[in-house]
T-cell receptor
Framework: DAKTTQPPSMDCAEGRAANLPCNHS???????VYWYRQIHSQGPQYIIH???NNETNEMASLIITEDRKSSTLILPHATLRDTAVYYC?????????????FGKGTKLSVIP | GAGVSQTPSNKVTEKGKYVELRCDPI?????LYWYRQSLGQGPEFLIY????????DSGLPNDRFFAVRPEGSVSTLKIQRTERGDSAVYLC????????????FGPGTRLTVT
């Protein structure tokens, strides 16, 4: 799986959009970009994933650059409950073993 | 519906003792995963079950760790001769099928070895 790079921490004002970047410059054509988050003292939570098209669901939007070397997770109106560690992971659906490989992620703090 | 549940939520044991950690996956989910998370780190994969069989146990750190899922539902992670370095949060996740990265995690069991 391709290595991903994320900033260690970010702050966002409550009610504003939170834009979390992720670099995955060595991503291969078969690898999807997945985002999970982990709120303190809870297990990780799946957010969204995509291959090359932008994706949106009830939780967030995922914007993937045309060259697929980076992506941005957007929480459109951040709330205090969005304070968490956000993990960006590049995963190959044809790999055969569906283990998730978490890095250190970005600790997002939503400020009142 | 009910999510993934794990018991106990906390376990304190003495070095050298045996422990069992239980995971109840979401009903109908065929795939089950165990991860371990040390303080300040992301979760690390331990083992993955598809049905009753361990499809990938490459993450188990050594032969003191073993996991079973005899009926394809509940799973138990077993740790023999515990060491202080085994102290961590043990997370269980399940997914509806074996070919999915959309995994649903339980709250974890915090294991402390004294």
């Amino acid at each position: 799986d391709a290595k991903t790079t994320q900033p260690p921490s970010m702050d966002c004002a409550e009610g504003r959009a939170a834009n979390l970047p992720c670099n995955h410059s060595t991503i291969s054509g078969n690898e999807y970009v997945y985002w999970y988050r982990q709120i303190h003292s809870q297990g990780p939570q799946y957010i969204i994933h995509g291959l090359k098209n932008n994706e949106t669901n009830e939780m967030a939007s995922l914007i993937i650059t045309e060259d697929r070397k980076s992506s941005t997770l957007i929480l459109p109106h951040a709330t205090l409950r969005d304070t968490a560690v956000y993990y960006c992971i590049a995963l190959d659906l044809g790999a055969g073993s569906y283990q998730l490989t978490f890095g250190k992620g970005t600790k997002l703090s939503v400020i009142p | 519906g009910a999510g993934v549940s794990q018991t106990p939520s906390n376990k304190v044991t003495e070095k050298g003792k045996y422990v069992e950690l239980r995971c109840d996956p979401i009903s109908g989910h065929t795939a089950l995963y165990w991860y371990r998370q040390s303080l300040g780190q992301g979760p690390e994969f331990l083992i993955y079950f598809q049905g009753t069989g361990a499809a990938d146990d490459s993450g188990l750190p050594n032969d003191r760790f073993f996991a079973v899922r005899p009926e394809g539902s509940v799973s138990t992670l077993k740790i023999q001769r515990t060491e202080r370095g085994d102290s961590a949060v043990y997370l269980c996740a399940s997914s509806i099928s074996g070919n999915s990265y959309e995994q649903y995690f339980g709250p974890g069991t915090r294991l402390t070895v004294t």
